[in-house]
């Protein structure tokens, strides 16, 4: 079955003709984006879409790009406006993170929708927060460029994503790392207790392994998800971990590779992946029951993009878009399913602005009532 999901991306701004100074700092525009936000979960909750993410952005003072310190909060927030829709991030920086911290705050995310938590993990790339917050390892972001500090923050990640694994796995673990130790040597832990109804110490109180409470309530974990990287050394990495990755591009001679390079190392971990598994593919939606309203929609999408995204430090490219009207929209899908073999895809969705508030959820409303049902039920 195709399925659909959306990675939310609220801004402070309204409108992208209405920038706001310091719009990130306003409790009342936060507050707006908090109440768009819940339209648009409890929409795409009613309309089927499988889930939603969001990324791990600290420090955006300006209200753009997306406002979302707290994807696993905000996630809750979410599943709290919800009944059936899945909660995840794309992604948890992990190379600057604690990583048992994520894996027991992720478990308690799974444990507080029953099973609703969706897990995605990222390296970053904004040193502004990035390198703040990875400067006790020490850890900074990462531009993909093969350099020593590149190698080093792939290194973290894998590390970082064997540790949380243990901890969603194992009742009690142990692990001797490049970056991380757990416990820690030499930690002492005399709970007589433990001794008795737990697990990790000997005789002497020497903690000997350590463990999160509770443990995931999806077995064995959460479903895994990691964005597009630069390096394939990334993608195959994830690939052998078994991991979905968000693949924006709207290159499909660069999806049709990343399929196969994802294949080839699921084969080599013993997994035979089906066709188009491994990929969720997407973009951008401007969306309209004309084409000349989808046309102007998706030229001020194209031009916030520009604005918001294209610029130093992050240079990223235009993503996939899905312009036009709902008919156009459903071919496009429709080809790259076919073609591609690519059975879920992802809508990066984008409010207040560019459009405002009003346009962006009625953009979401027709894709919901005219796209969606065009593709559900429909075997992939």
């Given at each position: 079955?195709i399925?659909?999901?959306?990675?939310?991306?609220?801004f402070?701004?309204?409108?992208?003709?209405?920038?706001?100074?310091?719009?990130?700092?306003?409790?009342?525009?936060?507050?707006?984006m908090?109440?768009q936000?819940?339209?648009?979960?409890?929409?795409?909750?009613?309309a089927?879409?499988?889930?939603?993410?969001?990324?791990?952005?600290?420090?955006?003072?300006?209200?753009?790009?997306?406002?979302?310190?707290?994807?696993v909060?905000?996630?809750?927030?979410?599943?709290?406006?919800?009944?059936?829709?899945?909660?995840?991030?794309?992604?948890?920086?992990?190379?600057?993170s604690?990583?048992?911290?994520?894996?027991?705050?992720?478990?308690?995310?799974?444990?507080?929708?029953?099973?609703?938590?969706?897990?995605?993990?990222?390296?970053?790339?904004?040193?502004?927060?990035?390198d703040?917050?990875?400067?006790?390892?020490?850890?900074?972001?990462?531009?993909?460029?093969k350099?020593e500090?590149?190698?080093?923050?792939?290194r973290?990640?894998?590390?970082?994503?064997?540790?949380?694994?243990?901890?969603?796995?194992q009742?009690?673990?142990?692990?001797?790392?490049?970056?991380?130790?757990?416990?820690?040597?030499?930690?002492?832990?005399?709970?007589?207790?433990?001794?008795?109804?737990?697990?990790?110490?000997?005789?002497?109180?020497?903690?000997?392994?350590?463990?999160?409470?509770?443990?995931?309530?999806?077995?064995p974990?959460?479903?895994?998800?990691?964005?597009?990287?630069?390096?394939?050394?990334?993608v195959?990495?994830?690939?052998?971990?078994?991991a979905?990755?968000?693949?924006?591009?709207?290159?499909e001679?660069?999806?049709?590779?990343?399929?196969?390079?994802?294949?080839?190392?699921?084969?080599?971990?013993?997994?035979?992946?089906?066709?188009?598994?491994?990929?969720?593919?997407?973009?951008?939606?401007?969306?309209?029951?004309?084409?000349?309203?989808?046309?102007?929609?998706?030229?001020?999408?194209?031009?916030?993009?520009?604005l918001?995204?294209?610029?130093?430090?992050?240079?990223?490219?235009?993503?996939?878009?899905?312009n036009g009207?709902?008919a156009?929209i459903?071919?496009?899908?429709?080809?790259?399913?076919?073609?591609?073999?690519?059975?879920?895809?992802?809508?990066?969705?984008?409010?207040?602005?560019?459009?405002?508030?009003?346009?962006?959820?009625?953009?979401?409303?027709?894709?919901?009532?005219?796209?969606?049902?065009?593709?559900?039920?429909k075997?992939?």
């Open positions: 079955m399925k659909f999901y959306l990675m939310f991306n609220p402070s701004w309204e409108r992208m003709d209405k920038p706001i100074k310091l719009g990130g700092r306003r409790t009342d525009r936060y507050q707006h908090l109440e936000l819940a339209a648009h979960a409890e929409l795409a909750d009613r089927g879409f499988e889930g939603v993410f969001f990324s791990e952005q600290h420090g955006n003072i300006e209200g753009i790009p997306e406002v979302t310190a707290n994807p909060l905000l996630d809750l927030f979410v599943a709290s406006r919800t009944e059936r829709l899945k909660v995840g991030q794309l992604g948890m920086t992990l190379p600057v604690n990583p048992l911290l994520v894996a027991d705050q992720i478990a308690q995310l799974d444990q507080l929708t029953g099973g609703r938590a969706l897990a995605g993990f990222s390296r970053g790339n904004t040193p502004r927060w990035a703040q917050y990875g400067q006790h390892i020490p850890m900074r972001a990462t531009r993909s460029d350099s500090a590149d190698e080093r923050n792939l973290a990640l894998q590390e970082c994503w064997q540790i949380i694994k243990l901890a969603w796995t009742d009690v673990f142990s692990f001797d790392g490049e970056f991380w130790k757990f416990p820690v040597p030499g930690t002492k832990w005399p709970y007589p207790h433990t001794k008795t109804w737990g697990a990790g110490v000997d005789e002497d109180d020497n903690l000997l392994g350590v463990s999160i409470a509770p443990g995931p309530y999806q077995t974990h959460p479903r895994v998800f990691a964005p597009m990287s630069g390096r394939s050394a990334t195959r990495f994830w690939a052998r971990e078994g979905t990755i968000m693949c924006l591009t709207p290159r001679d660069l999806v049709k590779g990343m399929l196969e390079v994802y294949a080839d190392e699921a084969h080599q971990a013993g997994r035979t992946p089906r066709r188009g598994e491994g990929i969720i593919a997407g973009g951008t939606l401007s969306i309209a029951a004309d084409e000349a309203t989808a046309r102007k929609r998706a030229d001020l999408m194209s031009e916030w993009d520009s918001v995204y294209s610029v130093a430090p992050y240079h990223l490219p235009h993503p996939m878009a899905f009207t709902p156009q459903v071919d496009q899908i429709g080809r790259i399913h076919s073609e591609l073999g690519v059975d879920e895809f992802i809508l990066t969705d984008y409010f207040p602005a560019p459009h405002g508030s009003e346009v962006s959820l009625e953009m979401l409303q027709l894709f919901a009532e005219e796209v969606l049902p065009a593709f559900q039920g075997e992939s």
